[in-house]
């Protein structure tokens, strides 16, 4: 496993599975001093000064490609965005092959998003162990900074993971957000996980995953404690999984009728982009207990957090 060095320090982040409870609470603390205590401001450092972070997005996104952008600026470093649809992969040049030019440009740290399930490991594997990688998204598997910044978001507005009743709703199959936050919340000892969704829209033996499964949304929303919707991920979709027209929103859609069977004040968490009217209602995505744009702020802490840890042990020469 390339994660973790010999000592247990973190060198590389590529999935949350293998983490212990005080790799995670290092990450979430140390995010937490990157805020003013007074007005909630992100501060300038210059933790990665004279670094070059290298963004490689195979997958569009709005929200990890800028936060990873914003962090690493934040923490001093210089930010190299390429551009995929322009760059030489379109030549046949290898995923290997770009990251090892690119290192030659004397980039140290790697955010990599790609659709194949894997290819942040593989990249791992081959490349100088002297540079970093973080997955920011890897096909249907993992999205550790996802899970990451929703913890903090859970212990800066609840506290503590043990006492919660925690559900995720949705595609959880196609999710890797869904994947990273189950193994994050197991780690920090959640009182109950439970998962919702369509029988097609599961995995096969979820509950193998330690997490109580509900097809019902008004039986699995009732007393829980937060609410973690997911979006239903077309793109990853065989045809034919889905109820046709809203019937999706009918049975699984949080309205406000089903989040009045969740506990008084349930906090709601998604990880964007969101479908309104689809996964969830237009108003319960906007009212105060949604915490959704919190979410995307604390992703630049967090992100800034992992940056920075993981630089910081590559100095240190954890091997
Ligand atoms: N949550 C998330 O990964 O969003 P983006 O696809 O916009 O990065």
């Given at each position: 496993?390339?994660q973790?060095?010999?000592?247990g320090?973190l060198?590389?982040?590529?999935?949350?599975?293998?983490?212990?409870?005080?790799?995670?609470i290092?990450?979430?603390?140390?995010?937490?001093?990157?805020?003013t205590?007074?007005?909630?401001e992100?501060?300038?450092?210059?933790?990665?000064?004279?670094k070059?972070?290298?963004?490689?997005?195979?997958?569009?996104?709005?929200r990890?490609?800028?936060?990873?952008?914003?962090?690493?600026?934040?923490?001093?470093?210089?930010?190299?965005?390429?551009?995929?649809?322009?760059?030489?992969?379109?030549?046949?040049?290898?995923?290997?092959?770009?990251?090892r030019?690119l290192?030659?440009?004397?980039?140290?740290?790697f955010?990599i998003?790609?659709?194949?399930?894997?290819?942040c490991?593989?990249?791992?594997?081959?490349i100088?162990?002297?540079?970093?990688?973080?997955?920011?998204?890897?096909?249907c598997h993992?999205?550790?900074?996802?899970?990451l910044?929703d913890?903090?978001?859970?212990r800066?507005?609840?506290?503590?993971f043990?006492?919660?009743?925690?559900?995720?709703?949705?595609?959880?199959?196609?999710?890797?957000?869904?994947?990273?936050?189950?193994?994050?919340?197991?780690i920090?000892?959640a009182?109950?996980?439970?998962v919702?969704?369509?029988?097609?829209?599961?995995?096969?033996?979820?509950?193998k995953l330690?997490?109580?499964?509900?097809?019902d949304?008004?039986?699995?929303?009732?007393?829980v404690?937060?609410?973690?919707?997911?979006?239903?991920?077309?793109?990853?979709?065989?045809?034919?999984l889905l109820p046709?027209?809203n019937?999706y929103y009918?049975?699984?859609?949080?309205?406000?009728e089903?989040?009045?069977?969740?506990?008084?004040?349930a906090?709601?968490?998604?990880?964007?982009?969101?479908?309104r009217?689809?996964e969830?209602?237009?108003?319960?995505?906007d009212?105060p207990n949604?915490?959704?744009?919190?979410q995307?702020?604390?992703?630049i802490?967090v992100?800034?957090?992992v940056?920075?840890?993981?630089?910081?042990?590559a100095?240190?020469?954890?091997?």
């Amino acid at each position: 496993m390339h994660q973790l060095s010999k000592d247990g320090k973190l060198k590389n982040l590529l999935t949350i599975e293998g983490l212990k409870k005080e790799h995670i609470i290092e990450i979430l603390d140390k995010a937490e001093g990157f805020f003013t205590p007074d007005s909630g401001e992100i501060i300038q450092t210059n933790h990665l000064q004279n670094k070059t972070v290298a963004n490689l997005f195979f997958e569009p996104s709005t929200r990890t490609r800028s936060t990873f952008e914003l962090a690493a600026k934040k923490l001093g470093a210089s930010v190299l965005n390429l551009d995929i649809s322009h760059s030489s992969t379109s030549k046949g040049e290898s995923l290997r092959d770009t990251v090892r030019n690119l290192q030659a440009m004397q980039c140290q740290l790697f955010v990599i998003r790609h659709h194949t399930s894997g290819a942040c490991h593989f990249i791992a594997e081959q490349i100088d162990p002297k540079v970093a990688i973080i997955n920011a998204g890897d096909g249907c598997h993992a999205h550790p900074t996802q899970a990451l910044l929703d913890m903090f978001t859970i212990r800066k507005h609840r506290q503590d993971f043990q006492k919660l009743s925690v559900a995720i709703v949705g595609d959880i199959l196609h999710s890797r957000v869904a994947r990273s936050q189950i193994h994050a919340l197991h780690i920090l000892r959640a009182g109950e996980i439970r998962v919702i969704g369509p029988k097609t829209l599961l995995p096969a033996q979820v509950e193998k995953l330690g997490v109580h499964v509900f097809h019902d949304l008004h039986q699995g929303l009732k007393g829980v404690d937060v609410i973690m919707m997911l979006r239903l991920q077309t793109e990853r979709m065989q045809k034919g999984l889905l109820p046709q027209g809203n019937a999706y929103y009918r049975q699984y859609g949080l309205t406000t009728e089903t989040l009045s069977l969740a506990n008084p004040n349930a906090l709601i968490i998604h990880p964007g982009p969101i479908n309104r009217g689809v996964e969830i209602q237009s108003e319960i995505a906007d009212s105060p207990n949604a915490v959704i744009l919190d979410q995307v702020t604390n992703g630049i802490a967090v992100r800034m957090a992992v940056m920075s840890l993981l630089m910081n042990n590559a100095n240190k020469g954890s091997l």
